[in-house]
């Protein structure tokens, strides 16, 4: 298995078993797609699992037919993994129909990290981070999505392209919105230590 990240922050807490057989994508979709895709050709893993931190998606206006939305701290494994355009959501811009917005993720492990405490969860991709309030409402209402992530569709979407199972397992750090960024600095490092005890949980060895 092929562990990556965004950047080394979010594997710092990882034990060195762990650490010395995970890599860093970079930051972004762009970034994310090319460096997956180079490291898998190179290395020919059997299996990838992205690590990392998201956003929470503000509750809907309308409880009545929405599931609940875990909470800050909480850990989360992707479900499925959709590209979403805040310029498409507006009205003002449209993803050709050929172009795929869906990512698969390995769904046979889904099982095992929700064992350990993780909530199953659509994770969304953007290209940058939601600073809007209103944007983050709508974006959750048009995608269905609980949480946002930049590098998650990109790492998923290049191990599809190359036949390996991917497995996003992201911790909360934030609400998605005006407050967002601030609450991101302020959980980042607590949050990435969870998502490592899980995944070592889960995992049980090395890679």
Known sequence: MLILA???????????????????VGIGLVAAAHATASLVAALHPTSVLLVGSCGVYPAPRDQRT?????????????????????AAVRGDAAL???????AEVDRSTIARFAEQGCV???????????TSDSLAHALAERSGADVENLEAFAVAEAC????????????????VGSEGRGQWRQNHVEVAMRVAHVVERVLGRAP
Do not use: H, Q
């Open 120 to 130: 199953p969860a659509i994770v969304a991709s953007t290209l940058g981070i939601t």
């Open 96 to 102: 050709p129909e050929p172009m795929n917005a869906r």
């Open 6 to 24: 965004a950047f080394p922050p979010e594997l710092a807490p990882f034990s060195d078993s762990y650490r010395n057989g995970a890599l860093t």
């Open 66 to 86: 929405a599931r609940p939305r875990p909470a800050i701290g909480s850990v989360v494994v992707a479900e499925n993994v959709v590209l979403v355009d805040s």
């Open 160 to 175: 599809a392209a190359a036949g390996i199972p991917c497995t996003v397992v992201l911790g909360i750090t934030n609400v």
